[in-house]
């Protein structure tokens, strides 16, 4: 190999070389992407949906700090009627303002971005309903009539799921789907009420059983027209101890007064309840 050979092949490695720690260099450019944490490193955000659901009465959230990029962060509200974004020095937090959807851009100047979708909608809870008990009380009833009340009220309110929406802030007022067990629904609206009795005027259920504290619900047609009520309490879990180990997630009982509706027919009966068991 000539001596220019040798020459020209070192100067290509040379090159070469330099090209080589020029990319190096170029890759310690490349930033991570941009995540939202919050400060408590316990507290996980989820950054693979990239959502965050707010009800209209929600709070200002807790702050979300905004990671990785290279660090000079644009934040655009694509829909300030929905949710009003305060971003300060890296975090930003979120004020819901009426019901809809809104896109929150964050953005670098390396062209890193990041999209935080925001929902504001009204809380729902469902519960999923059992029949547990039918209690029917009468001294002067006779055996056949005490069988047909336990029939009749057992089958009297087959709801199998309850859907609230709620649309207050307190969480008393909103409508209610009413699932049935023949696949039918009904949707009302419902008013829900806390009630608090001294002993001397505890409704009395079953032996020592009594209801004391419970929310009273209420659902009515859109003209006014109740067409429901019922009461819910934690207090008779144990009643129905013997169905408890079947729905391990049980929660509350849903207990109706069907006394007035069966009075006229059964002037005997005293008492007639149905009790639902509800997760």
């Known amino acids: 190999i000539s001596m220019t050979t040798k020459k020209l092949t070192g100067i290509l490695s040379l090159f070469l070389c330099i090209i080589c720690l020029v990319s190096c260099n170029d890759n310690d450019d490349n930033f991570s992407p941009i995540t939202l944490e919050y400060e408590d490193p316990q507290i996980k955000f989820d950054n693979e949906s990239r959502s965050y659901t707010l009800t209209p009465f929600s709070k200002e959230t807790t702050p979300l700090f905004i990671k990785g990029g290279d660090g000079t962060y644009k934040v655009t509200n694509e829909n300030e009627k929905v949710v009003q974004v305060n971003y300060h020095n890296g975090s930003l937090t979120l004020k819901a303002k009426e019901i809809g959807r809104a896109s929150i851009k964050i953005e670098d100047s390396s062209?890193?971005?990041?999209?935080?979708?925001?929902?504001?909608?009204?809380?729902?809870?469902?519960?999923?309903?059992?029949?547990?008990?039918?209690?029917?009380?009468?001294?002067?009833?006779?055996?056949?009539?005490?069988?047909?009340?336990?029939?009749?009220?057992?089958?009297?309110y087959p709801i199998n799921k309850y859907v609230f929406t709620?649309?207050?802030?307190?969480?008393?007022?909103?409508?209610?789907?009413?699932?049935?067990?023949?696949?039918?629904?009904?949707?009302?609206?419902?008013?829900?009420?806390?009630?608090?009795?001294?002993?001397?005027?505890?409704?009395?259920?079953?032996?020592?059983?009594?209801?004391?504290?419970?929310?009273?619900?209420?659902?009515?047609?859109?003209?006014?027209?109740?067409?429901?009520?019922?009461?819910?309490?934690?207090?008779?879990?144990?009643?129905?101890?013997?169905?408890?180990?079947?729905?391990?997630?049980?929660?509350?009982?849903?207990?109706?007064?069907?006394?007035?509706?069966?009075?006229?027919?059964?002037?005997?009966?005293?008492?007639?309840?149905?009790?639902?068991?509800?997760?």
Do not use: W
């Open 111 to 156: 062209n890193n971005m990041y999209i935080l979708s925001v929902v504001v909608k009204y809380r729902t809870l469902t519960h999923k309903a059992f029949i547990a008990k039918v209690i029917v009380k009468g001294d002067e009833l006779t055996s056949e009539e005490h069988t047909e009340l336990m029939n009749k009220v057992g089958n009297s």
């Open 166 to 279: 709620f649309m207050n802030a307190e969480d008393s007022k909103g409508t209610v789907d009413l699932y049935y067990s023949d696949n039918n629904m009904k949707t009302g609206n419902f008013e829900k009420e806390h009630i608090v009795l001294d002993e001397e005027n505890a409704i009395p259920i079953k032996g020592e059983y009594k209801l004391s504290e419970y929310y009273r619900i209420t659902i009515k047609e859109d003209n006014g027209k109740v067409i429901d009520t019922f009461y819910i309490t934690k207090n008779f879990l144990p009643l129905l101890n013997t169905r408890m180990n079947a729905h391990p997630l049980i929660q509350y009982c849903f207990v109706r007064d069907l006394t007035a509706q069966y009075k006229q027919d059964y002037l005997a009966l005293e008492n007639a309840y149905l009790i639902q068991i509800a997760e």
